[in-house]
């Protein structure tokens, strides 16, 4: 279950366990989920094209279970989603926002960028007293485009 991995992430902001249902049921067309040789899932990416941006993609999570990490698999999946979606709605941007000291995103984007050619930019999306939930970091918008796969 993609909850279950994003709490054992213990990076991510956790979402409800009914938000992951839905996401998979509107924004599967903008979502990657990776499965094992018996079909659980061990990693995901949640994702959705902007509205006001159709052809950028925004990677809201990425996670890969404990088991699976150190393997490629999140990048395996950014790519082919990447691709999924500029064939078929002509992405040529992806967006996410990353925490600062969250390195194994900031990896996993800035390697994107490279392989695929594209500019790679970041400024602050949110800063900690746009967050009325307590202390949270700035959420670092990194935009990664226009590229072409």
Not at 122 to 133: A, I, Q, S
Request: aromatic share 10%; proline share 5%.
């Amino acid at each position: 279950m993609l909850w279950r991995i994003a709490r054992d992430s213990k990076v991510l902001d956790l979402n409800s366990s009914y938000s992951y249902l839905l996401w998979c049921r509107d924004f599967a067309a903008t979502s990657a989920v990776a499965r094992d040789e018996r079909g659980e899932a061990v990693g995901f990416i949640t994702g959705y094209l902007r509205p006001d941006s159709p052809r950028t993609l925004l990677v809201w999570q990425v996670a890969v279970d404990e088991a699976y990490r150190g393997r490629g698999l999140a990048a395996a999946m950014l790519d082919a989603l990447a691709a999924r979606t500029a064939g078929e709605h002509g992405v040529d941007t992806v967006e996410t926002t990353v925490a600062p000291g969250n390195t194994a995103s900031e990896r996993l984007f800035t390697a994107f960028a490279e392989r695929h050619g594209a500019l790679l930019e970041r400024e602050v999306l949110f800063d900690t007293p746009d967050f009325p939930d307590g202390p949270h970091d700035p959420e670092v918008l990194h935009r990664i485009g226009p590229f072409a796969l």
